[in-house]
């Protein structure tokens, strides 16, 4: 199934002819307790019910349904039909003021549950493509979407939208906003059966992962050694991938969690940066001719830019998502500082990322490069010597090709997904992402650290005296590992004392 579903919305206009507004009473659309009903504005005037009278109700979900809490999210974007009038025309860099409500039930008899109430202001982005004149009065402006509601759970069956447009002439209120005819809504929820997909992937990778890492750590510990560096970021690899495996969401169709959206970025932001971190020690790790080399303080200059993204990363979705969680209705987007803030951020970590890519790219080739010079030394060892590093060797350089594939789907990945979430509120782009794309990338993620973890565990193989006539005088007892870079208590492993022979030549 496809991730997400969007279903429009047409608000209905209601009459509240009461003195005190939203503190009593909520006003249903359609249905048995409906509420007095407006056709249009010039019903409006010809009745005399003033702008403060009305409220634009919005039921959702559509008659006859009901939400689930497979759902997971509610996200709403609104947008304004506003028609032109010579004598109510809108203004340059208008505002307009919304009061909005938010209630819920979970049956069609109960009483409305308010779950938020907000005044909110949203800039008005708008063009109309005639001429202002008599002739052009009636025809709509082309206004862009507005961003509206966004809800991290969807725990009851029913909610209930008012929204009230309060015109203050003295204190310039929805003064200047053009003739507003209708308010419709886009409600986008995560679809129940992608979400199904989505747990069952979890559930199942979950033990898989968790499994091959106490393999590989008992496979450590029993070497006689301490482990080096690469052995603790690859385990601390697996830890960030377990974290984001572990089936939480779960919990979220029996419990109203509404910080489930902040929750799972968190541990996304956690995982990347740890991916991140991860390649740029892995290839430093085999670059031969690297004197610092095994220990972390080496690669401040590379990790640190990286935590320095994921913290500037998570102070934004704090400061959107963070928000969120008290007042549903806020959007970092609605202010001009807060939408270049954002805009911002997304095309300095898109720009970070390429580069990121790019300075990955070098390095897989610096390490190709000085394998290639090394395998020279291949045909003075003995046959199965000789065999067993070719091995080796090709082993390497399919992980190395792996690791470059993962890295451009993650990077194509990332930028895509942050698009598709700005799409809605930008207006202007829009990419349709397939939920293949979304689980492709989670199972890629999953059997990368899976091979890695399996390759790259030390192994307890002898190669005896009859084997190793032709080495370069390394111990025969030794254990082999698939890396370059592992320093023995007894001395280096053969593939790196190898390359350490052919550099000093």
Same mark, same amino acid.
């Given at each position: 199934?496809?991730?997400?579903?969007?279903?429009?919305?047409?608000?209905?206009?209601?009459?509240?002819?009461?003195?005190?507004?939203?503190?009593?009473?909520?006003?249903?659309?359609?249905?048995?307790?409906?509420?007095?009903?407006?056709?249009?504005?010039?019903?409006?005037?010809?009745?005399?019910?003033?702008?403060?009278?009305?409220?634009?109700?919005?039921?959702?979900?559509?008659?006859?349904?009901?939400?689930?809490?497979?759902?997971?999210?509610?996200?709403?974007?609104?947008?304004?039909?506003?028609?032109?009038?010579?004598?109510?025309?809108?203004?340059?860099?208008?505002?307009?003021?919304?009061?909005?409500?938010?209630?819920?039930?979970?049956?069609?008899?109960?009483?409305?549950?308010?779950?938020?109430?907000?005044?909110?202001?949203?800039?008005?982005?708008?063009?109309?493509?005639?001429?202002?004149?008599?002739?052009?009065?009636?025809?709509?402006?082309?206004?862009?979407?507005?961003?509206?509601?966004?809800?991290?759970?969807?725990?009851?069956?029913?909610?209930?939208?008012?929204?009230?447009?309060?015109?203050?002439?003295?204190?310039?209120?929805?003064?200047?906003?053009?003739?507003?005819?209708?308010?419709?809504? /886009? *409600?986008?929820?995560?679809? !129940?059966? @992608?979400?199904?997909?989505? &747990?069952? +992937?979890?559930?199942?990778?979950?033990?898989?992962?968790?499994?091959?890492?106490?393999?590989?750590?008992?496979?450590?510990?029993?070497?006689?050694?301490?482990?080096?560096?690469?052995?603790?970021?690859?385990?601390?690899?697996?830890?960030?991938?377990?974290?984001?495996?572990?089936?939480?969401?779960?919990?979220?169709?029996?419990?109203?969690?509404?910080?489930?959206?902040?929750?799972?970025?968190?541990?996304?932001?956690?995982?990347?940066?740890?991916?991140?971190?991860?390649?740029?020690?892995?290839?430093?790790?085999?670059?031969?001719?690297?004197?610092?080399?095994?220990?972390?303080?080496?690669?401040?200059?590379? /990790? *640190?830019?990286?935590?320095? !993204?994921? @913290?500037?990363?998570?102070? &934004?979705? +704090?400061?959107?998502?963070?928000?969120?969680?008290?007042?549903?209705?806020?959007?970092?987007?609605?202010?001009?500082?807060?939408?270049?803030?954002?805009?911002?951020?997304?095309?300095?970590?898109?720009?970070?990322?390429?580069?990121?890519?790019?300075?990955?790219?070098?390095?897989?080739?610096?390490?190709?490069?000085?394998?290639?010079?090394?395998?020279?030394?291949?045909?003075?060892?003995?046959?199965?010597?000789?065999?067993?590093?070719?091995?080796?060797?090709?082993?390497?350089?399919?992980?190395?090709?792996?690791?470059?594939?993962?890295?451009?789907?993650?990077?194509?990945?990332?930028?895509?997904?942050?698009?598709?979430?700005?799409?809605?509120?930008?207006?202007?782009?829009?990419?349709?992402?397939?939920?293949?794309?979304?689980?492709?990338?989670?199972?890629?993620?999953?059997?990368?650290?899976?091979?890695?973890?399996?390759?790259?565990?030390?192994?307890?193989?002898?190669?005896?005296?009859?084997?190793?006539?032709?080495?370069?005088?390394?111990?025969?007892?030794?254990?082999?590992?698939?890396?370059?870079?592992?320093?023995?208590?007894?001395?280096?492993?053969?593939?790196?004392?190898?390359?350490?022979?052919?550099?000093?030549?």
């Amino acid at each position: 199934p496809s991730p997400t579903t969007a279903v429009p919305y047409m608000s209905v206009k209601c009459i509240d002819v009461r003195k005190n507004h939203h503190k009593t009473k909520w006003l249903m659309p359609w249905g048995p307790n409906h509420c007095k009903k407006l056709k249009d504005f010039d019903e409006a005037v010809s009745r005399q019910i003033e702008a403060n009278d009305i409220v634009f109700a919005v039921h959702i979900p559509l008659p006859s349904k009901e939400m689930s809490p497979w759902f997971q999210f509610m996200l709403f974007i609104m947008q304004l039909d506003i028609a032109f009038k010579m004598d109510n025309d809108l203004k340059e860099n208008a505002e307009i003021t919304l009061d909005v409500s938010l209630a819920y039930r979970d049956n069609m008899f109960d009483d409305w549950e308010e779950i938020a109430h907000a005044i909110e202001i949203r800039k008005l982005k708008c063009t109309f493509g005639s001429p202002k004149t008599v002739e052009s009065e009636g025809r709509h402006y082309d206004c862009d979407f507005l961003p509206f509601m966004e809800i991290g759970s969807v725990a009851h069956k029913y909610y209930l939208i008012n929204i009230r447009l309060p015109v203050n002439d003295r204190k310039g209120i929805n003064v200047g906003i053009g003739e507003i005819k209708d308010i419709r809504l /886009v *409600g986008i929820h995560q679809n !129940g059966g @992608f979400t199904k997909v989505w &747990f069952a +992937m979890k559930t199942f990778l979950t033990p898989s992962i968790l499994i091959i890492m106490v393999w590989y750590w008992r496979r450590i510990t029993l070497m006689t050694r301490a482990p080096v560096l690469l052995e603790k970021v690859i385990f601390a690899l697996g830890i960030s991938m377990t974290f984001i495996n572990i089936p939480v969401e779960w919990f979220s169709i029996g419990f109203d969690w509404t910080w489930m959206l902040l929750f799972g970025d968190i541990r996304q932001g956690i995982f990347y940066a740890m991916l991140l971190s991860f390649w740029i020690i892995f290839c430093g790790e085999h670059m031969m001719d690297q004197n610092e080399r095994n220990r972390l303080s080496g690669y401040w200059k590379q /990790v *640190g830019p990286i935590a320095v !993204g994921s @913290f500037c990363l998570f102070i &934004f979705d +704090m400061c959107e998502r963070g928000v969120q969680l008290k007042n549903p209705f806020y959007s970092i987007w609605t202010t001009e500082v807060g939408t270049e803030l954002a805009m911002a951020f997304i095309i300095v970590a898109g720009i970070c990322l390429c580069l990121y890519f790019l300075f990955l790219c070098f390095m897989v080739f610096q390490v190709f490069r000085n394998i290639s010079g090394k395998q020279s030394s291949l045909p003075a060892m003995s046959k199965a010597r000789r065999l067993h590093y070719e091995g080796l060797i090709f082993r390497f350089k399919f992980l190395m090709l792996i690791t470059l594939a993962c890295a451009a789907m993650t990077v194509i990945f990332f930028i895509v997904s942050q698009v598709t979430e700005g799409h809605w509120k930008w207006g202007d782009i829009t990419i349709q992402v397939n939920s293949a794309f979304f689980t492709g990338i989670y199972g890629m993620w999953n059997l990368y650290v899976f091979a890695l973890m399996f390759l790259y565990a030390p192994s307890h193989k002898n190669y005896g005296e009859d084997q190793s006539n032709g080495d370069l005088g390394v111990n025969s007892g030794e254990e082999l590992q698939l890396t370059t870079t592992i320093t023995h208590v007894d001395g280096p492993t053969e593939v790196y004392k190898l390359a350490r022979k052919e550099a000093q030549e």
